[in-house]
Each structure stands twice: as structure tokens, then as C-alpha cells.
């Protein structure tokens, strides 16, 4: 272990780390602030983030990433932009929340890089682990949700201007759909620390009945904190 990948300490993570992860359409901002909203109600402290963004740095790599302007952009260095927004995402805003015991939701995580730059993009998968390995100081969720939706519907939900991502052809985002079902079922190339923490949900049903379904999940993985 080194300077650059020193763990977050068990002692500083009180807190419970909840993703919300998709394709673009997939409802996850929406649901990000309906079960935020939920657990506040409760008496819960919650923090929400996005990734990218989450911070000044963040919030500026993410305009780099998604403006569409001529700025050439390698596939190497977006995987990098993004870990480097992700990077600062956890030293400035989800570590210290969940050293305070908040749970934070984080609106995308690594498994999005892994996906987008990596099983759709065709970057080696393996390797996108292991920098976001260093990236996140090892931090992985608690609770991963994947909210999946058909294509026709994601396209449908996905209306008006679209960022440089959102502007990629049919056969990448058919891609994009396919790497996070096989992330959520556990296939080959999605390694083991995410075993056992990753649900998929159905995300074509109406929002009550999806923030119903989230929440049952966010529930389980709470209740099985108090009892640890
Ligand atoms: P958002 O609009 O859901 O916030 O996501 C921004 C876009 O960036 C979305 O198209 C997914 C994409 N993305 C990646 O390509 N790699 C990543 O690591 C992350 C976090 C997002």
C-alpha cells in the first residue's frame, strides 16, 4: 500500500455508501433525490453527490467531459478526467461524510467508468478496477443499485440537447446497457468486492414503485449495519 492508495480507515467509515448507477435515461437523478428526500423525513443525515462533480474541481472536470465543444478527448484520458473528478469526489466530499456517519448517495460511481470507458468503450476492464482501486483509496459501496431501462425507453427520457456521452451512437449505449446487467449479474470481468452488494432494479415502472423498491433496498442494507 502506498501514499497514493492508503485504505480509508474501517474506524473512519461510519457511514453507509449507497451508488446509484444506469445508463443515461435510467431515472437515477430523480431517484437519487426522492430517496434522499425519504430518509431525511426519517431522521436520517444524508449527503447527496454526483459523479462527476460533487466539488469545484469535480464540477469543472465534469464541464471538460461533458460540454460538447472540439476539444479532443482520448479515450485513456477521459477514464483519467473521470477517476481525477473521483478522486477529489472522495477526499473532499464522501469520506468526510461518511466519517461524520451520514449515508451518502452518490449518483455514479467507478462502475460507470468501468462500463462506459471499459466494457463499451473498450478500454481492459481489469485495469479500470485497479486505477479506481488507487483512485477511491479502495472505498467501495455498500449498496450498489443498477437501474436498468430498455433503450426505447431511455431515449425517450433522454430528451433535448445531449452532452458529448449522450451524443455516442446506438451500438455504445446498447453497450453501455448490456455492461451494467452483466455487472449486476455478477458476469465475468466485475470482481468480486462488488459480490452480494449490487441489486439491479427494474427502472421502466413508475418512479413510486421504483423509490418504493430503493428504498427496500437502502432498508436491508441499514438494518444489517445496526445489527453489525
Ligand atoms: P450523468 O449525466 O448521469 O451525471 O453522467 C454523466 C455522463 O458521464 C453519463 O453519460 C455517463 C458518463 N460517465 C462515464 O462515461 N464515465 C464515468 O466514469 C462516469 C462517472 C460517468
Redesign the pocket.
Known amino acids: 500500500m502506498t501514499t497514493l492508495d492508503r485504505a480509508i480507515p474501517a474506524a473512519d467509515r461510519s457511514g453507509v455508501f449507497i451508488t446509484l448507477e444506469g445508463p ?1 435515461g435510467a431515472g ?2 430523480t431517484l437519487a433525490k426522492i430517496v434522499a428526500d425519504r430518509l431525511r423525513t426519517e431522521g436520517f443525515e444524508v449527503a447527496t453527490v ?4 460533487g466539488t469545484p474541481l469535480g464540477d469543472r472536470i ?1 464541464s471538460l ?2 460540454d460538447r465543444s472540439d476539444l479532443c478527448i482520448s479515450l485513456r484520458a ?2 483519467f478526467l ?2 481525477a ?2 478522486a477529489q469526489l472522495v477526499d473532499e466530499a464522501i469520506a468526510p461524510a461518511l466519517a461524520a456517519g451520514k449515508i451518502v448517495i452518490c ?4 462502475l ?2 468501468v ?3 471499459g466494457y463499451a ?1 473498450g478500454l481492459e476492464v481489469a485495469e479500470i478496477w485497479r486505477i479506481g482501486r488507487t483512485a477511491t483509496r479502495g472505498l467501495t459501496p455498500d449498496l450498489t443499485c443498477v437501474i436498468d431501462v430498455p433503450r426505447e425507453i431511455a431515449r425517450r427520457r433522454v430528451s433535448g440537447p445531449r ?1 458529448r ?2 451524443d455516442r451512437d446506438e451500438e455504445y449505449k446498447e453497450r453501455v446497457r448490456g455492461g451494467f446487467l452483466a455487472a449486476a449479474r455478477g458476469e465475468a470481468g466485475f470482481p468480486g468486492e462488488h459480490t452480494g452488494t449490487i441489486r439491479l432494479i427494474d427502472g421502466s415502472a413508475d418512479l413510486d414503485t421504483v423509490s418504493d423498491r430503493l428504498m427496500c433496498e437502502v432498508r436491508d442494507v441499514l438494518a444489517k449495519r445496526a445489527r453489525s
Request: no cysteine.
Open positions: 443515461d437515477k437523478s454526483r459523479d462527476p462533480g465534469r467531459l461533458l477521459e477514464m473521470y477517476m473528478s473521483r449518483d455514479r460511481f467507478l460507470s467508468n462500463v462506459y470507458q468503450g452532452d456521452i449522450e
